[in-house]
C-alpha cells in the first residue's frame, strides 16, 4: 500500500513539476507573442507610411517625364539659338539641381519600400511561428486537462 502510495507522490510531484514547465513555457511564448503583436502594429504603422510614400512615386516619375521634356525644349532652344545662353545657363541649373533632388527622393522610398516589404515578410513569418507555438501550448494543456478529467472522477469515486 506505501509503494502505491509512493508511486502515486512520484507521479503528481512529475505533473506538478510538468505543469510548471508548460507553464513557465507558455508565459515565455505569450510572451513573445506579445512582443511580436507589439512589433507587427509600429510595422503596419510603417507600412501605412510606405503606401502613402508610394502613391507619391507615381506622381514623381510623371514630374521627372515632364522636366525632362522641359530640360529637352530648353536644350533645343540653346542649340537651335531661340534662347540666350545665359538665359539657358540660368534655367538649366536649378531645374537639374530640383531633378537630382527628385531623383535622390526616388531612389530612397524605393529603397525604404524594399526594406519595409522585407522587414513585413518576417514579421508575417514570426506571427505564424507564434500563432503555431500558442495553438501547440493550447492544445497541451487541452491534453493535460482530458487526462485529469478521468483521474478527477477515480478520485470521487474513492
Known sequence: ??????????????????????????ADKEQRYQQL??????????????????????????????I????????????LGTIEHDRYKCKSIPATDWNKQTKDEYAKLTTERKMLNQRYLALKEEVKEAEQIRKSVYSILR????????????DMER
Open 68 to 79: 525632362e521634356k522641359v530640360l529637352d525644349k530648353l536644350y533645343e532652344d540653346n542649340t
Open 1 to 26: 500500500m506505501q509503494s502505491a502510495d509512493n508511486a502515486e507522490k512520484f507521479i503528481t510531484t512529475r505533473r506538478i513539476d510538468s505543469f510548471g514547465s508548460l507553464a513557465k513555457f507558455t
Open 143 to 154: 491534453q493535460e486537462q482530458r487526462e485529469q478529467q478521468p483521474r478527477r472522477a477515480q
Open 37 to 66: 503583436e507589439v512589433k507587427k502594429s509600429l510595422d503596419v504603422q510603417q507600412t501605412d507610411r510606405t503606401k502613402k510614400q508610394q502613391k507619391r512615386v507615381p506622381q514623381i516619375t510623371t514630374r521627372l517625364e515632364q
